[in-house]
């Protein structure tokens, strides 16, 4: 049984750009969530997806956007990347709402 | 607003030692759930242990136990017996639950756990 996939696993872009993470929830999780965690920081709340829609949003602004598709797959997207978005981002998915997140093992995005 | 405070920045434990890890935190709502999460250098996130607002026993997992006081709004982590691959950050979180099926989970700064040999 896969757990939660991310990929890639590391990524480098230069200020300015686009960028696209991917996440594949584990088998039977509808929900997925998306974590921002900086150098020595806990993880930060972006949002969430549950049925192809933004369910929940945490305090990004709009460069920061995402999909889910129809198998409960995901994407991250962040535009005009800064130097600040360098930072270790996590995929969650769960069952429901009293089950414990899994996470994946995050994909490291360095901006120079 | 969900508020989460890990007062240990760092400890160092003896192998085979017992550790406890402080969490306290802060919320207004009645329902929600507590978390711990290990983080190795690799990045991953593994999940330990849950204990629900609602639950009168303390949630037990193999080594790790949960000393859940509702009063003072504390949840710290206990690991039995200490090994070597316990080292890691250690991650307190909470998620309210609600009827609107919020799973936001709000965390702590970590804990950086070293066990000497």
């Known amino acids: 049984d896969a757990g939660v996939t991310q990929s890639p696993t590391h990524l480098i872009k230069t200020r300015g750009q686009q960028v696209t993470l991917r996440c594949s929830p584990k088998?039977?999780?509808?929900?997925v969530s998306w974590y921002q965690q900086a150098l020595g920081q806990g993880p930060q709340f972006i949002f969430q997806y549950y049925e192809e829609e933004e369910r929940q949003r945490g305090n990004f602004p709009d460069r920061f956007s995402g999909h889910q598709f129809p198998n409960y797959s995901s994407e991250l997207n962040v535009n005009a990347l800064l130097l600040g978005d360098s930072a270790l981002y996590l995929c969650?998915?769960?069952?429901?709402?009293?089950?414990?997140?899994?996470f994946g093992n995050g994909t490291r995005l360095t901006v120079t | 607003a969900q508020k989460i405070t890990q007062t240990q920045p760092g400890m160092f434990v003896q192998e085979k030692e017992a550790v406890t890890l402080d969490c306290t935190y802060d919320t207004s709502d009645q329902s929600y759930g507590l978390f711990w999460y290990k983080q190795p250098s690799s990045g991953e996130m593994i999940f330990l242990i849950y204990q629900g607002s609602y639950d009168e026993q303390n949630a037990t997992e193999g080594r790790y136990s949960l000393n859940f006081q509702k009063a003072r709004k504390s949840a710290n982590l206990v690991i039995s017996a200490s090994q070597l691959g316990d080292s890691a950050m250690y991650f307190c979180a909470m998620r309210e639950i609600s009827n609107f099926g919020n799973e936001k989970l709000t965390f702590g700064t970590g804990t950086r756990l070293t066990i000497i040999p």
């Open positions: 969650a998915s769960s069952l429901d709402k009293f089950s414990p997140l899994h």
């Open positions: 088998s039977g999780h509808d929900t």
